[in-house]
């Protein structure tokens, strides 16, 4: 049995959140800059070399990358051999981001009742996800996720006879339906089967994977391209404004799902896409 204490995973959470908001993962910085080497647009070329000065300035003077420093969620995926020590892992989590956030002066955007509206003053709790299987590893993930993306995301319940048509007139219909509000360039998350919640939690977690990583199915990294393509031929390009670089990839996962369903959820990133990751 492999112990790990809470204050590992405190400090864990915290150098990520410090990371997340600070520095643009690497993909998604290469990504920008071969979609602008492609982009025919003069005005799509100009902004995503300002987004990607902007992310250079972000690591420069220590500031955040956007001003919306997201409500965060968290993957904890651990083995079933791990015994967590000293205290609660949520407080832990919940804690390491108090500490992230104030020491990094981000903006502090949770309320801590979705009616009452009451800012909680510190940007948590967070959404915290556990992933456990077998072994003793243990790895932490920090996907904090502003509100402009994160609104524009949606859910539906297609008919199992829509099928794979259904699916694609469903991503470019969200995409489309997004406009400029989501600040395209976009990732966009796809999660196809399970239940309500499963759908959407995969199509979450498909943010979380680099945008220059195919799924390992071959049929759906085909449908990972051609959704891609579809969604450039909208024409919206960065923030709205026009241009062949609507997003960046499209990421899909997939579950089991009973006979009568088809769930579909689509969930949207925008070009400052920021995740970091660790392992304990």
Known sequence: MREIHCEQIKAAVKDCVLKANLELPGDIVIALQEAAEKEESPRARSLMKIMLDNAEMAIQQQMAVCQDTGLVAVTICMGQDVHIV???????????????????WFRQSVVSDPLERINSGDNTPAVIHY???????????????????????????????QGLEGVREFVVKVVKEAGGNACPPLVVGVGIGGNMEMAAYMAKKALLRPVDRRHPKNELAALEIELLGLVNQLGLGPQGLGGESTALAVNIETYPTHIACLPVAVSLSCHATRRSSCEL
């Open 131 to 161: 992933e456990v299987s077998a072994g003793d590893h243990f790895s932490i993930t920090v996907f904090p996720k502003g509100a402009g993306s994160e609104n524009m995301g949606q859910l539906t319940m297609l008919k199992p006879s």
């Open 86 to 104: 000293g205290g609660d892992i949520s407080e832990a989590v919940n804690a390491g981001i108090r500490d992230g956030y104030r020491e990094g």
